[in-house]
């Protein structure tokens, strides 16, 4: 185990990669010369030149749809889009090509390539540069979405996205690039597809995911110290598929559910997750399934405004305790109880 | 039905000399240009022209098998109209009709191993790639013997056999992906090509001017090529493009570009060679193609926005007819041999349809069988009318 950054995981990664795999190839905006806007590709274009770290124009439809056709004919790119916010210049080359080639044909092309790019709000980016718009993504069969919260986690699913022969999208965020953790030195894919329970406990399952889960994790901790909870907590990982037994078998444990979410709450990744619970644990529910997501407007830019509108830890840590009390769970501030 | 290509084996060009070629010269010479399709692509992909050369005889049988292999298109999509009318196709069910001219001599220049993207009025190409006109007929009637088994219908061929990779529905989707199907072969070092047809329309969308310019930066080896009908469905093309000379727009990515007249096979096809060549070589080419489409839109367009006069100077521009006239008038064919030809064809294509309607529906069991190439947990296998979870709890 090494102790490193979520973006140095991202980097050697990519890097380890290049070096298995020659068919492995990265295109982007200013990822070479300018080594990427976030750092991530830092290097790999004096390593690797021209032909496999490729400046692109600034044409996401373009570079996007020529990555898709590369990987038909068995590349593997691995597409940088400087935030997710400008996915949506090329969502139809995401969603109505990368997406459908393969079924759309009854399976006779694949499509192995990856579309790297980081959401995330509070960066004070204003309102076309802080969207958390995953779940466009998630909607959408054919595709694979994944969102790692943990450096650890960030290199195991990018090497799985990397050797799978779909489409995946992959998730990462601005605030989660400096968070350091341990990474182990071997190459071990996760398993794309599940969820990761990353706290067990039996008084309430917390759920997340990205940045969200990082969050979760961290809260859950800190109330087990100073309030004696015992949280579960749930890292989703995999946003399509969403791996709802997971969920589920959580649930039958503490009877009630709080999702955490940096996306807008209606119709969100939180929805889906609610509404799972309501499916697959409805006998076991003692609370109805809480929300907590951002506000319903276009990011602001002003401080005050921005820090209203995106979830806190505080947000977060109420509604456990309102949770909690509607199923008459006492609270303990001197030991843990049941 | 058969097309002649030339074969895999003939000498290969090598690449890097071309591809030393100045953009900038092979641009200012396509602008110069109205129509000849040649001095452009000499200036990039200096290659000799075996077909001026050939022996009269050849050049009689190149005409004859264009000529069978048009009316066998014209009856063929003649035939897809009728079955859609009869209800054996659903969806959207464009043709080729007026085209036929073109689809060959594209298809003509192109090597067996080339790849073709191109949109959804695609039923010629596929036939003219070699594809199993049967599995073409199937997968309009959305059968399971269908070039994609039933899953993608008139707009979504596809055969990684013959390197038919995809006709696609969505305008200007294909371009990008062409695209970079050319710079995977440029990324190994292949001198496969890729042809990449759209229609006139498609040119005044993002994806044509980002696809151009990446070719143009990186060299790759693909030839656009516009299909000019002069109508989008019922919008001309003097209302659509500030450009209605779509080769002209070569020169703003400094690509050299040419125009040539659809209604002829042998002009398209020389036209398209030298094209393909000079992707060969490394050098990007826009080829735009005038036709006339001789129907509406889709077949259930009417085309009431042909004014008569429209309607009756189409006629004129029958491709299939034209070269009909031509065999005969140059004594390469009588009419009795040309009906004869017409009888067969006709009595093919009639054993095509029975062949699509005999083929049987997919499999309702197969639904779920092209949602991921890699397998993964937690897919979904759920059928509309079952809960998210079964009677075990199960997620499904």
């Known amino acids: ?338 | 039905m058969t097309t002649k290509k030339p074969t895999a084996g003939t000498a290969r060009k090598a690449a890097a000399p071309a591809r030393a070629v100045k953009a900038s010269a092979a641009g200012k010479t396509a602008a110069k240009k109205t129509v000849a399709a040649k001095a452009p692509a000499k200036k990039a992909a200096p290659a000799k022209a075996p077909a001026k050369k050939a022996a009269p005889t050849k050049a009689k049988a190149q005409l004859l098998d264009f000529y069978r292999e048009m009316l066998f298109i014209r009856r063929f999509e003649e035939r897809a109209a009728r079955a859609y009318t009869q209800a054996f196709i659903g969806g959207y069910c464009h043709l080729n009709l007026g085209e036929e001219a073109a689809v060959v001599g594209l298809m003509d220049a192109l090597r067996p191993t080339d790849y073709l993207f191109t949109n959804y009025r695609e039923h010629g190409y596929a036939i003219a790639r070699n594809i199993d006109p049967n599995r073409i007929m199937a997968e309009l009637y959305g059968r399971a013997d269908g070039v994609s088994k039933g899953w993608g219908g008139s707009m979504h061929m596809f055969d990684m056999d013959h390197r038919l990779l995809g006709g696609y529905g969505i305008v200007g989707g294909q371009l990008p992906l062409a695209t970079g199907a050319a710079l995977a072969i440029d990324y190994r070092g292949g001198d496969d090509v890729v042809m990449c047809t759209m229609g006139e329309g498609t040119t005044n969308i993002g994806a044509f001017h980002e696809s151009l310019n990446i070719a143009e930066l990186w060299k790759l080896p693909v030839v656009f090529v516009v299909i000019n009908n002069f109508l989008g469905m019922g919008t001309k093309v003097e209302k659509s493009s500030a450009e209605p000379e779509i080769y002209r727009r070569g020169a703003a990515y400094r690509m050299p570009a040419a125009r040539v007249d659809g209604a002829d096979p042998v002009a398209v096809a020389e036209a398209a060679r030298i094209a393909v060549e000079s992707a060969r070589a490394g050098q990007p080419y826009l080829l735009e193609v005038t036709c006339h489409r001789l129907r509406g839109h889709s077949v259930v367009d009417p085309a009431k926005y042909r004014t008569p006069e429209e309607v009756e100077e189409l006629k004129l521009h029958d491709p299939v007819h034209n070269l009909a006239a031509q065999l005969v008038a140059q004594g390469l064919a009588d009419e009795a041999t040309l009906a004869h030809l017409d009888e067969q064809i006709l009595a093919r294509v009639e054993e095509i349809a029975a062949f699509a309607e005999a083929s049987p529906h997919p499999d309702v069991a197969t639904l779920f069988d092209y949602t991921y190439a890699t397998p993964v947990p937690n897919d979904s296998r759920r059928l509309p009318g079952q809960p998210l979870f079964d009677e075990n709890g199960n997620a499904q």
């Open chain 1, 1 to 338: 185990m090494t102790l490193m950054s979520y973006r140095q995981a991202l980097h050697d990664t990519l890097r380890s990669e290049m070096l298995r795999d020659e068919n492995v190839m990265l295109m982007g905006e200013e990822i070479g010369v300018f080594e990427g806007s976030y750092k991530i590709t830092a290097g790999l274009l004096a390593e690797f030149g021209e032909k496999r770290v490729r400046d692109t124009p600034i044409a996401e439809e373009g570079f996007t749809g020529a990555a898709i056709g590369a990987a038909m004919l068995g590349l593997r790119p691995v597409v940088e889009l400087m935030t997710i916010n400008f996915s949506l210049i090329a969502i139809d080359q995401i969603v109505n090509h990368a997406a459908k080639i393969y079924g759309m044909f009854g399976g006779q092309a694949k499509v192995p390539m990856v579309i790297r790019t980081p959401g995330g709000g509070g960066q004070q980016l204003g309102a076309t540069h802080s969207q958390n718009i995953e779940l466009y993504y998630a909607f959408v069969p054919g595709l694979k979405v994944v969102a790692p919260s943990t450096p650890a986690d960030a290199k195991a699913l990018l090497l799985a996205a990397i050797r799978d022969d779909d489409p995946v999208l992959f998730l990462e965020n601005l605030a989660l690039y400096n968070t350091k953790g341990e990474v182990p030195d071997h190459d071990e894919p996760a398993i794309i597809g599940k969820a990761k329970v990353t706290r067990e406990g039996h008084h309430l399952t917390l759920i997340g995911y990205s940045r969200m889960a990082y969050v979760a994790k961290k809260i859950a901790d800190q109330l087990a110290d100073t309030d004696h909870l015992d949280i579960e907590v749930i890292d989703l990982c995999s946003l399509r598929p969403l791996d709802r037994e997971t969920i589920i078998e959580s649930v039958k444990k503490t009877s009630c559910a709080v999702v955490v979410e940096d996306d807008w709450l209606t119709y969100g990744i939180g929805a889906e997750v609610a509404a799972t619970i309501s499916d697959g644990a409805f006998d076991y529910l003692d609370a109805p399934v809480r929300r907590v997501a951002m506000a319903e407007v276009p990011m602001p830019y002003a401080k005050s405004l921005e820090t209203a509108a995106l979830p806190s830890e505080d947000d977060i840590i109420q509604a456990i305790y309102q949770t909690l009390d509607a199923i008459g769970h006492r609270r303990s501030k001197t030991g843990p109880h049941d």
